[in-house]
C-alpha cells in the first residue's frame, strides 16, 4: 500500500469555490470568465504578452507544431532524454526526428550535439526543460538564430523555472506547458501556449479553435484547425492554482533541500542544475556566502526530485526496498531513440549519457504536501 506517492497535487486553495462558481453559473465549457482569467494571470506570472490555454501538453505542442508549419520533409532535433509527447507530436506532423544526446550534469539537451545534427532540411528545435531544470538557453537560443530555425520550449515539467531571471517559454518562438494532475501547477489535465509574437498567437488562437478567424465570422473555417480548448472549469481551478504558484514552488525546492540534506554521503548524486552534489555547494557558499535566487543563473523548481544510483544494479533493489515500506519511486525516462516505435530497423544509435541517465536514475516523491519528517 502506498503511503508516501510520487506527487498528488494541493487544491488547498480557491479550487472548489471557483469550481462551484462555473457550476452555478452554468459555463463549464469554453466560453466562460475563467479561462481569459487565468491566460491572463498565467501570462502575467510568467511575464509573456500572449497566452493561449489548450486541453493538454500534448494538444499544446500540436497547436504550436501546427501553427509553425512544421510538416513533411521538415527535421527536428529533439533530446532522446524526455517524456515521449515531443517526439510523437513531430513525426506526426509528417517530420523527421532526430535525436541529440543530453549534458552529463544539468541532464538537458546537449547543445553541442545539437549542432553536430543540423542539415539543411532542419527546421526547429526541442529544447525540453526536464525535471524543473532549465536547457542552456543562451547557446540554444544563438543556434537557432545563427542556423534561421524555429525553436520550441518544452516546459510541461518546469513551469515556474528561471534562466538568467527570465521564465522559461519566453525564450522560443514557442513555449508549450502542461497541467497534468501532477505537475507542478495543475488543471487537472490542460496546457498553455506561450509566445512573444502577436501573428503567432493568432494562428494558435485559429489552431486550437477549429481553425476559425475570431468574432463576427460564425462557422467559418479559413484554416486547418482542431478543438484544442480548455473548459472554464479547467481554467478556474488553474487560476486558483497559479494564485499559490509561489508558494507551491518555495515548498517543492524546500523539499530538493531536505533531500540533499539527509542523502548527503550515500552513493548516489541529486539532479541539480550544475550537477554539483550538496557537498560542493556547501563549500561555495562557505566561500561566497548565500547567494540570493535572483542571482542564480537557473533557477530550479524541481517537479521531481531525481536521483543517479552510482551502481546501475543498486537501482531495482533500491526500489523494491521503498515500495515495501510504502514509498513509491518511478523510473526516469527510458530514450525516445531505444523504443521500438523509433527504432524499427533495429540499428544501434548510440547517445551514451541519455543512457547512463536512464539506466540509473530514479524520481522519488516531490509533491508539496511533503513534510520533513
Known sequence: MVRIPVYRPDLSGNERRYICDCIDSGWISSVGSYVSRFEQAFGQYVDCAYCSSVSSGTSALQTAVGALGIGEGDEVISPTFTYIAPVNVAVASGAKVVFADCLANSWQIDPDDVACKITDRTKAIIAVHLYGGVCDMDRLVALAKKHHLLLI??????????YDGRHVGTFGDVGVFSFYGNKTITTGEGGMVTTLSADLHERI???????????????????????????????AVGLAQIERADAIIEKKRQIARWYMSYLAGLPLTIHQQDGKDEKDEKDEKDEKGEKDEKDEKVFHTYWMVSILCEDVAAVGPLREALATEGIETRRVFPPVHSMPLYNRSGQSLSLPVAERISAMGMNLPSWPGLEEQ
Open 153 to 162: 520550449e518544452d516546459c510541461a515539467e518546469a513551469f515556474g523555472s528561471r
Open 205 to 235: 488562437r485559429r489552431y486550437k479553435n477549429q481553425g476559425m478567424p475570431g468574432q463576427g465570422q460564425e462557422y467559418w473555417h479559413d484554416v486547418l484547425g482542431f478543438n484544442y480548448r480548455m473548459t472554464n472549469l479547467s481554467a
